[in-house]
């Protein structure tokens, strides 16, 4: 009887272990829909990137599927979701930014079994409890850049850099989530320069690069601002523009490397971009679910701590006064280990605006 026992225990033993080695062993299969088509240099490229970082660790195996993203592709986005999620043979759909989630709602309410995930979009977090939403504390990624900004600013020895110490933001719609990429901007050049001004405007448009430009010209003629943030989707590639031809100002860049998707004259004047690193994010993810901890239903927020967002320290980066890398590097680290905890205006838009009026020159 005694070994009959014994027996069984191992059995028990052994296929326990074999469930264990299979739950690590899990291999997902992923479906990854672009709205639009790879080669973007931007979200689409960045997602893409990771999701090949995971199946060349043979952790997924994933198909990518272009939509197009013309206006005429739209019904073929809606249709493509319904297709992927009625075959049943993914363990994951991904989507990503503001144009999906009425599509992805509706679709996900009709297959209630299937897992989705949407990046940098949280319309409709927790409607769905087989949706995790990824988005992104902007307000990390902007103290960087308030950092960097604030300390080359007072660097006179830099080539554009005038005594006077003022920065910009040109910011899309005057909102918490503009606001919190600005609140950290402020934040972060006020850490370097304490008795910094930033001249702050809104074009609450972002496509037309015209307003962004008349925004950042006025800031750079009349206030002397030498450094230029533009936080504007595309509209705020204008105030690029400006700072390019007054001669006077340099550009940061936002979401993706901008200086891979401008003209080699806008490039070489565009000091640095705040990332949105997609790719890692997504990598994360599928770091946690493997470790047992989903978040469906939920929505996760990721800043510098789990590589959601970041800097571009290559390219222009690496001309600048090594203080003033140093000063970013710095802050990074600061930030990741619990030092430095930026504010946010998701939960505080008042003192962000607080803060903004403060400031202004």
């Given amino acids: 009887m005694k070994k009959l026992v014994a027996f069984m225990l191992a059995v028990l033993m052994a296929a326990s272990l074999l469930s264990v080695a299979s739950a690590e062993s899990k291999v997902y299969n992923v479906v990854n829909l672009v709205n639009g088509n790879l080669g973007d240099k931007s979200f689409f490229d960045s997602a893409e990137a990771g999701l090949k970082q995971l199946a060349d660790a043979g952790r997924i195996t994933y198909k990518t599927i272009e939509m197009g993203g013309a206006d005429s592709d739209q019904p073929t986005w809606l249709s493509t979701l319904y297709d992927v999620s009625d075959s049943g043979e993914y363990d994951l759909v991904i989507c990503g930014t503001y144009q999906m989630p009425d599509y992805l709602k509706e679709v996900a309410e009709q297959y209630p079994d299937q ?10 977090v927790g409607e769905c409890e087989n949706i995790v939403n990824i988005s992104f504390r902007q307000n990390d990624l902007g103290y960087l850049c308030g950092v960097l900004a604030g300390a080359l600013t007072g660097d006179t020895s830099f080539e554009k850099i005038n005594p006077e110490k003022v920065v910009g933001f ?25 008795d910094i001004k930033v001249c702050t405007r809104y074009t609450n448009d972002y496509v037309d690069t015209a307003i962004a430009k008349e925004k950042a010209e006025s800031m750079i003629n009349d206030y002397a601002c030498d450094i230029v943030w533009g936080v504007a989707g595309n509209s705020g590639n204008g105030a690029a523009e400006a700072g390019l031809e007054t001669g006077k100002a340099w550009f940061i860049g936002v979401d993706s490397d901008q200086e891979l998707t401008f003209s080699p004259e806008l490039a070489a004047n565009t000091l640095t971009s705040g990332l949105k690193n997609i790719g890692d994010a997504i990598v994360w993810i599928f770091d946690q679910w493997d470790a047992g ?19 571009v320290t290559d390219k222009n980066f690496t001309k600048l006064p090594q203080a003033v890398q ?9 930030i990741v280990s619990g030092e430095i905890v930026v504010d946010s205006a998701i939960t505080d838009n008042e003192g962000a605006m607080t803060l ?3 400031v202004q020159p």
Avoid at 170 to 184: A, C, E, Q, R, T
């Fill in 115 to 124: 897992k989705y995930l949407i990046y940098d979009d949280t319309t409709y």
């Fill in 170 to 194: 040109v910011g899309g719609v005057d909102s918490p989530v503009i606001n919190d990429f600005l609140y950290g901007f402020i934040e972060g050049a006020q850490s370097v320069e304490p």
């Fill in 293 to 311: 901890n989903t978040f469906w239903g939920t929505e996760v927020s990721l800043g510098i701590p789990e590589g959601g967002v970041g800097i």
């Fill in 326 to 334: 140093d000063a970013v590097i710095s802050a990074k680290e600061k």
């Fill in 356 to 358: 903004r009026d403060s």
